[in-house]
């Protein structure tokens, strides 16, 4: 499977100099958890939480309105290029004890991310279809090419 599926919806990112304020109100905006903070030439820069403003904003009784997004986000965040494999994201995953990762292009400007929700996702589904091939193995009936009342298990009696 390539990274380039995960890049199917818009990146919602962020400037280092806006407003944590500012960062709420996009997170709320898109229904998200994370940002992406970039550059203005939109190389990836930073990664903003939720759980970022929680702690070093509302944990530390900052006031959102005047602390920038520069002062709390996590920088140089964990990346992978869009060429990579699902299974070096996955070991980076896990190497790097992180639960997102943004997808970059050659440039550095992000494409998408992964969360382990989407994993976890993808897992499911594999997991569905390969239910759904193991069943129908054991449910179909072959019919030997000269037809008859073949049974399956005929043939191990």
């Known amino acids: 499977m390539s990274l380039q599926e995960f890049c199917t919806r818009p990146v919602v990112t962020i400037t280092p100099d806006r407003t944590v304020h500012e960062a709420c109100q996009l997170l709320r905006d898109h229904n998200i958890g994370c940002l992406l903070v970039t550059e203005r030439d939109g190389r990836l820069t930073g990664m903003l939480t939720d759980r970022d403003i929680a702690l070093r904003v ?5 006031d959102p309105k005047l602390a920038r997004v520069q002062g709390i986000m996590t920088p140089n965040p964990v990346r992978i290029p869009v060429g990579r494999s699902l299974h070096e994201l996955i070991t980076l995953m896990h190497s790097q004890r992180v639960r997102r990762i943004p997808i970059i292009d050659r440039e550095g400007k992000p494409m998408g991310i992964v969360t382990l929700d989407d994993l976890l996702a993808l897992l ?4 569905s279809e390969m239910g759904k091939t193991v069943s129908e193995a054991f449910l179909h009936k072959p019919v030997p090419a000269g037809g008859g009342d073949y049974h399956w298990w005929a043939t191990y009696t």
């Open 58 to 62: 509302t944990g530390e009784g900052k």
């Open 124 to 127: 499911g589904d594999e997991m």
